[in-house]
């Protein structure tokens, strides 16, 4: 059982920074797909970035395109999520999430793709 925490959200001002960090439990990090997800209230879960487990491949939401970048350390088994030129649309619970051990350079976007989950980590950009 992988078990996730997330860290860093806040409250921070439109066009500011925040880096998320998503820190995961477990010997076999590097065979693990990592995701970022988002949700605002009221609306559904949606995809925000993913990482393979080797970190050569990256997917992003058209939304946070040249915004955002995710990265990995898997001597540190944490992934992150910079997110640089916030806006109030940014504002969402972010959860990051796992599954594998699958093919290193793998990677998905869809939720129901991921079998483990971070309790989430509130980011409130104001305008």
């Known amino acids: 059982q992988v078990q996730l925490v997330e860290s860093g959200g806040g409250l921070v001002q439109a066009g500011g920074s925040l880096r998320l960090s998503c820190g995961a439990s477990?010997?076999?990090?590097?065979?693990?797909?990592m995701g970022w997800f988002r949700q605002a209230p009221g609306k559904e879960r949606e995809f925000v970035a993913a990482?393979?487990?080797?970190?050569?491949?990256?997917n992003y939401a058209d939304s946070v395109k040249g915004r955002f970048t995710i990265s990995r350390d898997n001597a540190k088994n944490t992934v992150y999520l910079q997110m640089n030129s916030l806006k109030p649309e940014d504002t969402a619970v972010y959860s990051c999430a796992a599954t594998g051990p699958i093919f290193p350079t793998s990677i998905y976007v869809r939720a129901r793709d991921y079998a483990h989950w971070g309790q989430g980590t509130q980011v409130t950009v104001s305008s």
């Open positions: 990482i393979s487990g080797s970190g050569v491949n990256t």
């Open positions: 477990g010997r076999t990090f590097s065979s693990y797909a």
